[in-house]
């Protein structure tokens, strides 16, 4: 997403000022999406319509197969059709937002428990590498600043949604995890008894 300024500007030919404002729309519609989205999930849980398993595999789905559609889409969209193209590239990026609201990332905080916050440290260090990694990689392959190499770049983004959201519907848990319990009968250092020595010692 980081690389929607550049396809818009080299497939879908818009100028500069309209490339600004197009570029931002799709983000502002993911931020619509999350609030609505938010609220959904709670419902969907709280009242028991759903398991909450299934509230985030069904998110999750949402946050990924359909930007992955709407990718596959995008990359055979022209600068004849440019708002169909921009039209893609609302849909793709307004769902992703779901993985933040119901799917796997609230499930981090479900399964490590005490341990959550390094587990988010974890994923959003990794979640960073496509960040500078990405755009040297698109830069390579669209050199020439064509539809065809724009479309490796979309089926090529859509093969890693898709293995990733079917990796996670596959190992989806919501409970915390064995390695996350703690050990609540664990004894504690009786800091008592060793300001007692302290003070004998001295």
Same mark, same amino acid.
Request: hydrophobic share 45%.
């Given at each position: 997403?980081?690389?929607?300024?550049?396809?818009?500007?080299?497939?879908? /030919?818009?100028?500069?000022?309209?490339?600004?404002?197009?570029?931002?729309?799709?983000?502002?519609v993911?931020?619509?999406?999350?609030?609505?989205?938010?609220?959904?999930?709670?419902?969907?849980?709280?009242?028991?319509? #759903?398991?909450?398993?299934?509230?985030?595999?069904?998110?999750?789905?949402?946050?990924?197969?359909? $930007?992955? @559609?709407a990718?596959?889409?995008?990359?055979?969209?022209? @600068?004849?059709?440019?708002?169909?193209?921009?039209?893609? #590239?609302?849909? *793709?990026?307004?769902?992703?937002?779901?993985?933040?609201?119901?799917?796997?990332?609230?499930?981090?905080?479900?399964?490590?428990?005490?341990?959550?916050?390094?587990?988010?440290?974890? /994923?959003?260090?990794?979640?960073?590498? $496509?960040?500078?990694? *990405?755009?040297?990689?698109?830069?390579?392959?669209?050199?020439?600043?064509?539809?065809?190499?724009?479309?490796?770049?979309?089926?090529?983004?859509?093969?890693?949604?898709?293995?990733?959201?079917?990796?996670?519907?596959?190992?989806?848990?919501?409970?915390? /995890?064995?390695?996350?319990?703690?050990?609540?009968?664990?004894?504690?250092?009786?800091?008592?008894?060793?300001?007692?020595?302290?003070?004998?010692m001295?």
């Open positions: 997403m980081t690389q929607i300024p550049t396809y818009i500007r080299d497939v879908l /030919q818009f100028d500069i000022e309209s490339n600004g404002i197009l570029s931002s729309i799709p983000f502002l993911s931020w619509i999406v999350v609030i609505i989205t938010s609220f959904i999930a709670d419902y969907l849980i709280s009242k028991n319509k #759903l398991q909450k398993i299934s509230v985030r595999k069904l998110y999750t789905s949402l946050s990924m197969f359909t $930007p992955m @559609c990718l596959i889409f995008l990359s055979y969209v022209d @600068c004849s059709s440019p708002y169909l193209g921009v039209f893609f #590239l609302i849909l *793709g990026q307004a769902l992703n937002g779901c993985s933040g609201t119901g799917g796997f990332f609230i499930n981090s905080h479900e399964i490590a428990g005490p341990f959550s916050g390094i587990l988010i440290g974890i /994923q959003n260090m990794i979640g960073t590498i $496509p960040g500078f990694i *990405g755009p040297y990689i698109v830069g390579h392959i669209t050199s020439n600043h064509k539809l065809e190499e724009w479309r490796i770049v979309f089926w090529l983004t859509s093969f890693l949604y898709c293995f990733g959201c079917i990796f996670y519907l596959i190992f989806t848990e919501v409970e915390v /995890q064995n390695w996350a319990k703690c050990d609540k009968t664990q004894t504690r250092p009786n800091l008592d008894s060793e300001k007692i020595d302290l003070n004998e001295n």
